[in-house]
């Protein structure tokens, strides 16, 4: 039985016409997830601590979210991105929160804005049912 090739084909690389993208960036107790995107929405690149390698609790560090965002950025100039809008999303104790946005910069990208779209509850969750004596 003749064994099959597998063809490779190769992924074309889109250029961003008015270099501006967007950098999103989740920062959770746990871990850190950036993707990168055009100005449209559509995803470019994106890395996270798992894919890095790192399990457990490294995985939550400042260190590995600077890992992370270099890891996404690495081809950022294949795309011809040179000005990127931030979104970060999770909670405000996210230890690898402040290091991504810094690592955004010191990328060598220009940040044009930095927005939080965390969720926020409006009113909170139902309260317990009064107690009966």
Known sequence: MATKTKKETKKKKILVSNGEGAVHIQATANNTLVSL??????????SSAGKLGYRGAKKSTPYVAQQVVEDALKDVGNYG???????????????????AIRAVGTAGLQVTMIKDVS???HNGCRPPKARRL
């Open 37 to 46: 995107t055009d100005s449209q929405g559509n995803l470019l690149a994106q």
């Open 81 to 99: 991105i040179t000005k990127v809008a931030i979104y970060v999303k999770g909670a405000g104790n996210g230890n690898g929160r402040e290091t």
């Open 119 to 121: 969720p926020i509850p």
